[in-house]
């Protein structure tokens, strides 16, 4: 099970994730209609370029849109979640040692100490932000069990990575559950809603170029609309 599971079905899955989000990402700009956006994007290329930027990193820093300052607990459980979810897969030493055995390179290490505080962070965010879904009746009314199917893919990496690094019970059984929930959250990702790992920077993209473009991004020029 192991030398299927870190061979050939480490392959497939990677290959899915990285293949598909490329698919995804041509379909999405490629579904890009000006005439049915209402937005000029190729004829203010400054103008919406400076849109897009601003939009995707002020979305990345914490309280750095209206958005998440309406929603103070929800952005902070948010940040602690994705430190964790973006960076314990890419420089946790287990994982880098993994790649560098597989492709023959790997990203910077982080500190095991780092690793097991992000990892009980990410975890402890993720509770509350289950808890959240079932206590706020406007969050409760628009949850369907499809967004709990994604809140279990997302978690399931962590909680049975803890399982594995702190050896509760057999160590290869929670490292083979571990890679599995590993591998299936890498192939959900072009198919589900977890896309928005790489699609969130598409679609602010496309929103900072519309308010960089039309709602005011070139207020005081002659632009006609
Ligand atoms: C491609 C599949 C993956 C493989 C082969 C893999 C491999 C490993 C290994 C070898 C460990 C170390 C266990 C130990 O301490 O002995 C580990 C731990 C861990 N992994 Fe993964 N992993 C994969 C995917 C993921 C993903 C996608 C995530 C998160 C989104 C993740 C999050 C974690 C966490 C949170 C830990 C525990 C860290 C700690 O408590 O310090 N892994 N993984
Ligand atoms: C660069 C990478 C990523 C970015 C920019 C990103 C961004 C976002 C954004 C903007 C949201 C919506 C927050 C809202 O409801 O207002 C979100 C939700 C979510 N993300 Fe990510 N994300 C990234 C990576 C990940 C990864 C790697 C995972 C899983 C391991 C993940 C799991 C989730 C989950 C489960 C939610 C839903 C939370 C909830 O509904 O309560 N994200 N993400």
Avoid at 45 to 52: F, S, T, V
Avoid at 64 to 72: D, E, H, L, N
Avoid at 73 to 98: E, Y
Wanted: glycine share 8%.
């Amino acid at each position: 099970m192991h030398e299927f599971l870190t061979g050939i079905f480490f392959w497939i899955a990677i290959s899915v994730c990285l293949v598909g989000m490329l698919v995804r990402f041509v379909l999405y700009f490629r579904g890009l209609n000006w005439q049915l956006d209402r937005v000029a994007y190729k004829a203010h290329p400054k103008a919406g370029l400076k849109g897009a930027w601003r939009s995707i990193y002020k979305w990345l820093i914490p309280y750095g849109t209206y958005g998440w300052r309406t929603q103070p607990a929800m952005a902070a459980a948010f940040f602690c979640f994705h430190i964790g979810a973006v960076c314990l897969p890419l420089f946790l030493a287990g994982h880098t040692m993994f790649l560098e055995s597989k492709v023959g390179f790997s990203l910077f290490t982080m500190s095991q100490g780092l690793a097991d505080f992000l990892t009980w962070l990410a975890v402890g965010s993720m509770v509350f932000l289950i808890l959240r879904r079932i206590v706020l009746p406007e969050v409760r009314i628009m949850t369907t069990v499809y967004d709990y199917f994604i809140l279990f893919i997302a978690l399931a990496p962590f909680v049975s990575g803890m399982m594995a690094r702190y050896q509760v019970g057999s160590y290869e059984f929670w490292l083979n559950m571990h890679i599995f929930f590993g591998e299936l959250l890498l192939i959900s990702i072009p198919f589900t809603k977890m896309s928005h790992v790489f699609l969130f920077f598409a679609s602010r993209a496309q929103l900072g170029m519309d308010f960089g473009i039309k709602r005011g991004g070139m207020k005081g020029t002659k632009m006609a609309w």
